[in-house]
């Protein structure tokens, strides 16, 4: 980490350009989130495939670990 | 530029996942399966309890057998939640890339896999800390599961602010003053959503009999605190490596692309 003053454009070659890296960022973010859902929360308070319970029963030992609430 | 650093960050991600699953496989394993024996022990001395008492049993079926769930189950649930966390991180990463200051694209990856432990998971755990199976109301998941991600949107939100906040700062206070005054803003909001949010205390109390005698006993503090300790130990694993993978691969990546020779690259 440099303390050199420099204006907050000396990095802008950094900067990703473009509508295009916007939808992939946002893509792969949603992406992301379904995945949280899913291992962390689907079938235990809201649930998406109605009363089963397969995907929390067998993602059941990680969801504890990872720290989220389980029945 | 953001296909190859959205790929790369899935790739440290998984890595990441497998290497918290081998750690979670030796050291939870153990501690789930003796909270699990915990909870078959208590209810059976709740049905004893109730069948005294006149009250008719339930049956509760099992899904998947307890090897399924502690093997294979644990192994998919962490390399997958891996691959979650490792697009979120090249999803950071591609957003700081150039708004936050001269950095080494190494060492920014380290600073977002840090951050990401950090307010994805450690500062939520504060208040609503990881619990082994047999501790927690069914009945309350709803609420639990509310104030849970409450607590890490929030924690996310006030870590976003707080970056944006030091950067606004560092003109009039310098990097280092910027960096602690941003933090301790970070603690004293963080510190008030805790305050606000309800407190949960679902631990299983000894279970006694209607004269008061006890007859199972409460949760084995031991394995709570093993759970804790080890969950906290397995994001930091799975964090290490999405930085450390992340950071040698982001250092080629950005390296190898634009202008080489341009001094903002090669600092940055």
């Known amino acids: 980490m440099s303390s050199m003053p420099h204006p907050t454009t000396a990095a802008t070659p950094l900067v990703i350009p473009g509508s295009r890296a916007v939808l992939w960022l946002a893509g792969a973010a949603l992406f992301a989130i379904a995945l949280y859902y899913f291992i962390g929360v689907d079938q235990g308070a809201v649930s998406v495939f109605g009363s089963d319970t397969h995907v929390h029963e067998f993602v059941h030992d990680a969801r504890h670990f990872l720290g989220f609430p389980c029945h | ?268």
């Open chain 2, 1 to 268: 530029m953001e296909k190859r650093i959205i790929w790369r960050g899935l790739l440290a991600g998984a890595i990441g996942g497998l290497l918290a699953f081998v750690f979670a496989r030796i050291f939870a394993e153990p501690q789930i399966q003796q909270a699990i024996d915990y909870e078959d022990g208590r209810d059976h001395a709740q049905e004893a309890l109730n069948s005294a008492a006149g009250i008719a049993p339930h049956e509760h079926g099992e899904v998947f057998s307890r090897a399924v769930q502690g093997n294979v189950g644990i192994g998919v649930g962490m390399i997958l939640f891996g691959v979650a966390m490792g697009l979120l991180f090249a999803v950071a990463y591609a957003i700081c890339l150039g708004r936050t200051g001269r950095l080494r694209p190494r060492s920014l990856a380290l600073l977002v896999a840090g951050g990401g432990f950090l307010g994805i998971y450690l500062v939520p755990f504060l208040k609503y800390p990881a619990n082994p199976p047999a501790i927690g109301d069914e009945d309350t998941i709803r609420q639990r599961s509310s104030y849970y991600l409450l607590m890490v949107v929030a924690s996310i939100l006030l870590l976003v602010l707080t970056v944006w906040l030091g950067k606004r700062l560092r003109a009039r206070f310098g990097t280092w003053n910027a960096s602690l005054i941003a933090g301790g803003v970070f603690i004293l909001a963080t510190g008030i959503v805790m305050l606000v949010l309800p407190r949960v205390a679902e631990t299983p109390e000894p279970l006694t009999d209607p004269t008061g005698k006890i007859v199972f006993p409460g949760f084995p503090a031991d394995v709570l605190f093993h759970f804790r300790f080890y969950s906290i130990g397995a994001q930091l694993v799975l964090w290490a490596t999405i930085g450390l993978v992340f950071a040698p691969m982001a250092e080629r990546l950005l390296a190898g692309s634009a202008a080489r020779p341009a001094p903002a690259l090669v600092n940055g």
